[in-house]
């Protein structure tokens, strides 16, 4: 094997776990922005981003909505006690 097939091989395994770590961030969003916003419902928008993710970005962008919906009466985190800490 010669210096740059050695090379390629360094590149295709980065670009795999590159790949691979945005896949999982992407999955995971939906549920951390449920859990930073006090959702009700926060299991279940974690399941729906990871099964939305499996499902190639089908069902994804409506988690990630669900993740956003305020119900009436919740209570979202106040920005200057975020700030604060």
């Not at 590159?18 to 939906?30: D, G, N, R, S």
């Not at 419902?41 to 099964?51: D, F, K, T, Y």
């Not at 305020?70 to 985190?77: D, E, M, V």
């Amino acid at each position: 094997m010669s210096g740059l097939d050695i090379f390629a091989w360094i590149v295709l395994i980065v670009l795999i776990a590159t790949a691979l770590a945005i896949f999982v961030f992407l999955a995971m969003l939906p549920g951390k922005i449920a859990r930073q916003r006090n959702h009700p419902q926060v299991e279940a928008v974690n399941v729906a981003g990871w099964l939305g993710a499996i499902a190639l970005g089908v069902f994804w962008p409506l988690a990630l909505v669900w993740a956003f919906y305020i119900y009436s009466g919740q209570k979202l985190p106040d920005p200057s006690e975020e700030a604060a800490a």
